[in-house]
């Protein structure tokens, strides 16, 4: 199913803030980037976020730790399940330490 770009940026404020800037925020804290640094940190999140929304992206084959289309649509499916978006898969990162340790 089609998610379209209205309904995948649908988050209430509370979560904008907590799942999109405080990330960013820590980040330029703790990093303390450029304004290069940042700006293209902004625009392959960016970039990623609509390809994980975007139903021709299905199929992609992507590295095990990236969140893809096929992933992330899940997640529209089931709220409940994938959570990372839109770059690396946290879901599958924690599975891994957890078989490690």
């Not at 649908?10 to 405080?22: K, N, T």
């Not at 992206?57 to 730790?65: H, I, K, M």
């Amino acid at each position: 199913a089609a998610v379209t770009p209205c309904v995948a940026m649908a988050v209430s404020p509370a979560e904008f803030l907590l799942a999109y800037m405080v990330p960013f925020i820590v980040g330029g804290l703790i990093v303390r980037p450029d304004r290069l640094s940042l700006l293209l940190a902004v625009c392959i999140i960016s970039l990623s976020n609509l390809m994980v929304h975007t139903e021709r992206c299905q199929g992609w084959n992507l590295p095990w730790f990236l969140v893809s289309a096929d992933k992330h649509l899940q997640h529209h499916r089931r709220p409940n399940k994938h959570y990372a978006a839109p770059t690396l898969d946290v879901d599958a990162i924690l599975l891994q330490v957890r078989r490690r340790y």
